[in-house]
């Protein structure tokens, strides 16, 4: 069997409302039942599921697997890929703490840096499904800001790493150079030493 709208996928089960084929990108399932994308609209506006809110456009956010994320902001998120668990918590993103295993010795840094890459790729769906957004551009306003402050604590940690390279350096030329009378210059500073 084919689904209903991509004609060139396999279905994998029907609609428990209307009994169209659907492939795995068109199905969301509810308590167990397969509904199509037309059905969930459907049913949203008509407020069939508790607790569940219509929210005027055929995009909804806050939901879960129920959301309806807005293609115009699919692609990289830059808050989440900078700021990991601490954009995780401000966006209801739970799996952003796995992010932590980087302060592990020996792999946890790879498994935060791969952690970091999927809140990159995956991170504004996630955040879409699980918090409330006023519209589109409120979300897109909201990640602008988290991408800016990733941007800035990127900054400061790279201006932390240069002063804190430039201080060693210099500690190690001052203890190596000789002074005139062959002892290392920082023998004539602290003379005790």
Not at 10 to 34: F, L
Not at 120 to 146: C, I, L, P
Not at 153 to 174: G, K, P
Request: glycine residues 12%; charged residues 15%; hydrophobic residues 45%.
């Amino acid at each position: 069997m084919k689904c209903a709208t991509h004609n060139d996928r396999e279905a994998i089960g029907g609609c428990s409302s209307c009994g169209r084929y659907v492939c795995p990108e068109c199905k969301v399932t509810i308590d167990g039942q397969i509904y199509c994308n037309q059905c969930l609209d459907a049913k949203l506006k008509e407020g069939d599921w508790p607790g569940v809110i219509p929210s005027g456009s055929s995009y909804t956010s806050g939901l879960g697997a129920l959301s309806r994320m807005p293609p115009e902001i699919r692609g990289w998120n830059w808050g989440g890929f900078l700021l990991t668990w601490i954009w995780g918590i401000g966006n209801n993103v739970w799996i952003s703490f796995i992010a932590l295993c980087g302060i592990l010795p020996y792999f946890g840094w790879v498994i935060g840096l791969v952690m970091a890459i999927i809140l990159g790729m995956r991170g504004n769906e996630w955040a879409w499904q699980n918090k409330r957004w006023d519209s589109v551009e409120h979300f897109k306003k909201t990640q602008r800001t988290w991408m800016w402050w990733g941007v800035g604590v990127l900054l400061l940690q790279i201006a932390l790493v240069a002063a804190v390279t430039v201080l060693i350096i210099s500690l190690f030329m001052i203890a190596a150079t000789a002074g005139p009378d062959g002892n290392p210059y920082w023998h004539r500073i602290f003379p005790s030493i």
